[in-house]
């Protein structure tokens, strides 16, 4: 049963803190996502990779946020130094190609910055 | 701009009722992809079901069915004879094509709550 694995599935941290989440794709997935789900604004893209490249950060604060894909099976997302209004649900998730692909989601990582 | 519109934020209803999640898409694009997602108590996103701008036909699966309207850029869920067990919130996506990388725009969600 091929599924999108995320860990930690819960992070509590202290501000200023590093924090990195971690995703494995469902194998022979070759596009990623990030997504971050809170209850003011829902769900949000945060960044997307395809064949390990980025193509689209724009979603994330930039001085603080980081994504990365060091392999094929591993993306991370990283948070550096980590604030309160970080905390949210952040999901991966995984499918082929493009706009008409189903995106197959991991359970998401629960970051609470306190 | 691309906008997905869940109006219903709750939905309660007692076990064996029929009930319909709306969903109303803003795109400019002609070929785009629709999508309805569950996240159940715990949490995960479950994919439900796709469907294409240039298939209009509704589907039904089991006790879910959708209706796809171009005409009312709606695409509306229903649950016929509803079960505790279909209490989640429940997301209406949309994909564009042209330029578009594939991404997810999610509406704010439906929160369905099935009482015994």
């Known amino acids: 049963d091929a599924r999108v694995t995320q860990t930690p599935r819960h992070k509590v941290t202290e501000m200023g803190q590093e924090v990195t989440m971690r995703c494995q794709p469902i194998l022979g997935h070759n596009t990623v996502f990030w997504y971050r789900q809170t209850m003011m604004q829902g769900l949000e893209l945060l960044a997307y990779f395809r064949n390990r490249a980025p193509l689209d950060d724009s979603g994330m604060p930039k001085d603080r946020f980081s994504a990365e894909m060091p392999d094929a099976t591993l993306a991370t997302l990283k948070i550096q130094p980590s604030e309160p209004r970080d905390s949210a649900v952040y999901f991966c998730?995984?499918?082929?190609?493009?706009?008409?692909?189903?995106?197959?989601f991991g359970a998401g990582t629960r970051l609470s910055v306190l | 701009a691309q906008k997905v519109t869940q109006a219903q934020t709750e939905i309660s209803v007692v076990e064996k009722e029929d009930v319909t999640l709306d969903c109303v898409y803003e795109t400019r694009d002609t070929t785009y992809y629709l999508f309805w997602y569950k996240q159940p108590p715990s949490g995960e996103l479950v994919f439900l079901i796709r469907r294409n701008s240039f298939d209009e036909q509704n589907e039904i699966s089991g006790r879910y069915s959708w209706n796809f309207q171009k005409s009312t850029s709606s695409f509306n869920f229903t649950i016929t004879a509803s079960q505790v067990v279909d209490s989640a919130v429940y997301f209406c996506?949309?994909?564009?094509?042209?330029?578009?990388?594939?991404?997810?725009?999610f509406g704010k969600g439906t929160k369905l709550s099935v009482k015994p």
């Open positions: 998730a995984s499918g082929w190609g493009t706009h008409k692909n189903i995106q197959y």
């Open positions: 996506a949309l994909s564009e094509g042209g330029g578009s990388q594939g991404n997810l725009i």
